[in-house]
């Protein structure tokens, strides 16, 4: 079983088809136990998405555009379909346009908000630091989350970011500088490398995880927080 989803993935690594398949189980009994039916079927489609994106990322430090491109338009299908989505409330014309609306305000945020900061951060460091990709997977992220899905995301990400480089740098002292197994880190050309300045790792999984948190329990304390920031405007 193991062998033929890891096949069907696409993943080198051992091991990990059983622990993807415990993290796509959880994630969507979480969607029915905490959101509503319309916005838990939307969630299922998403999460499942972001599932499979963060594992192939982890395993190839790369995301197929079906998971990013794909999904964003399919997170604006939804919207249309199921406006619960973005519009909590009686069904109408007007929730369907507003629905809509929000998941195309929030793929044009997420993906240009990334994509600016990676290219600012290009151009202080001098190399890549964003990958293309995490810029897609955000779009799509915004599509299903709304734009402040997508901001918090982007710095939740770094932050889960920042926390697991800590952990792999841990790791590396404590087992003698042996490659951390459970994280793929690469050298700007390429080769296996150690937590340190300039060192590749997959950021899509970061992204994933806060958008995942954010989709099922953070938004109304995010959303909150990110009106009365703007109300001071």
């Known amino acids: 079983m193991d062998d033929s989803l890891s096949a069907l993935l696409g993943l080198r690594a051992p091991g990990r088809a059983r622990a993807f398949a415990a993290v796509l189980a959880a994630a969507i009994l979480a969607c029915w136990l905490l959101c509503p039916p319309g916005k838990a079927a939307c969630g299922c489609v998403f999460l499942s998405a972001l599932t499979v994106a963060t594992f192939i990322d982890l395993d190839r430090m790369e995301i197929p555009d079906v998971f990013t491109v794909?999904?964003?338009?399919?997170?604006?299908?939804?919207?249309?379909?199921?406006?619960?989505?973005?519009?909590p409330g009686a069904f109408s014309a007007l929730t369907r346009v507003r629905s809509v609306a929000a998941a195309a305000l929030g793929a044009a945020i997420g993906s240009s908000l990334l994509l600016w900061f990676g290219l600012a951060a290009e151009f202080v460091l001098g190399r890549e630091v964003i990958g293309f990709g995490d810029v897609k997977l955000l779009g799509a992220i915004g599509a299903f989350c709304g734009w402040p899905g997508?901001?918090?995301?982007?710095?939740?990400?770094?932050?889960?970011?920042?926390?697991?480089?800590?952990?792999?740098?841990?790791?590396?002292?404590?087992?003698?500088?042996?490659?951390?197994?459970?994280?793929?880190?690469?050298?700007?050309?390429?080769?296996?490398?150690?937590?340190?300045?300039?060192?590749?790792?997959?950021?899509?999984?970061?992204l994933a995880a806060a958008a995942g948190l954010y989709f099922l329990a953070l938004h109304p304390w995010v959303d909150r927080g990110l009106a009365r920031y703007l109300a001071l405007f």
């Open 70 to 87: 794909g999904l964003a338009f399919a997170g604006l299908a939804l919207s249309a379909a199921v406006p619960s989505l973005h519009e």
């Open 150 to 206: 997508a901001v918090f995301s982007v710095f939740g990400g770094a932050a889960l970011g920042a926390i697991v480089l800590a952990l792999a740098a841990l790791h590396g002292r404590i087992a003698g500088g042996r490659p951390v197994g459970w994280l793929r880190l690469e050298s700007p050309d390429g080769a296996a490398a150690r937590v340190g300045w300039g060192v590749h790792f997959p950021f899509g999984p970061m």
